[in-house]
């Protein structure tokens, strides 16, 4: 199967500060994911990006499929964008996608 | 609301015994999702299903049994042969066509006493 690489694997920031975590994946992937599980363990989907840039408020991600990677930009941080940060994709007709180890990120206030 | 129901949020287990974890979505998805996350760790695959009468095993599916008799329905058993399901557990939906994008439901904590 594939490997997905998240980095960094923890992030500490203050609230306000701006910040970039990435993903790479040992083979091309379709359906590629971005979910922010919360402190009480609900996943939340934040984008559905195989491929490009898309934004939502001070959320925005961009997938280079050509280059394997996806990176999730979070602007002027929040307490309450603390969690961990996943990524998932799979190949080819795989229904089974493949997650990375997580982002875990703290923002204080 | 549509979504994904997994009930109950907290589960205790004794020794020796079968639990049984619900998951019910409303999304009309043909494929769902059994995942286990222990403290600190990612998703790890338990069993999978695309379709109704159908699944499959996935990464860790020694001590767990499921079944998929209702599309909207895929129940999980923690068995008695589970000898560390102290965990989180999470089901997933998915959808499928133009867009294949996967939804999670809130989770169930299962400790044993």
């Known amino acids: 199967g594939i490997q997905v690489e998240q980095s960094p694997p923890d992030l500490i920031l203050q609230e306000g500060a701006n910040s970039t975590l990435r993903c790479n994946f040992s083979d091309s992937v379709n359906n590629l994911q971005w979910f922010h599980q919360n402190p009480w363990g609900q996943l939340i989907n934040l984008f559905y990006i195989p491929s490009g840039t898309k934004q939502n408020g001070r959320l925005s991600a961009t997938t280079v499929a050509t280059e394997r990677y996806s990176l999730l930009y979070i602007s002027s941080s929040q307490t309450t964008d603390s969690g961990v940060y996943f990524c998932?994709?799979?190949?080819?007709?795989?229904?089974?996608?493949?997650f990375g180890r997580g982002t875990s990120l703290i923002v204080h206030p | 609301d549509g979504g994904i129901t997994q009930s109950p949020k907290y589960l205790f287990r004794k020794e020796g015994q079968n639990v049984t974890l619900s998951c019910e979505q409303n999304l009309n998805h043909d494929a769902m999702y059994w995942y286990r996350q222990d403290p600190g760790q990612g998703l790890r695959l338990i069993y999978y299903?695309?379709?109704?009468?159908?699944?499959q095993k996935g990464d860790i599916a020694e001590g767990y049994s499921v079944s998929r008799e209702k599309k909207e329905s895929f129940p999980l058993t923690v068995t008695s042969a589970q000898k560390n399901p102290t965990a989180f557990y999470l089901c997933?939906?998915?959808?499928?066509?133009?867009?294949?994008?996967?939804?999670f439901g809130a989770g169930t904590r299962l400790s044993v006493l």
């Open positions: 997933a939906s998915r959808s499928t066509g133009r867009r294949d994008i996967q939804y």
């Open positions: 998932a994709g799979n190949t080819g007709g795989s229904y089974i996608p493949t």
């Open positions: 299903s695309q379709i109704v009468n159908d699944f």
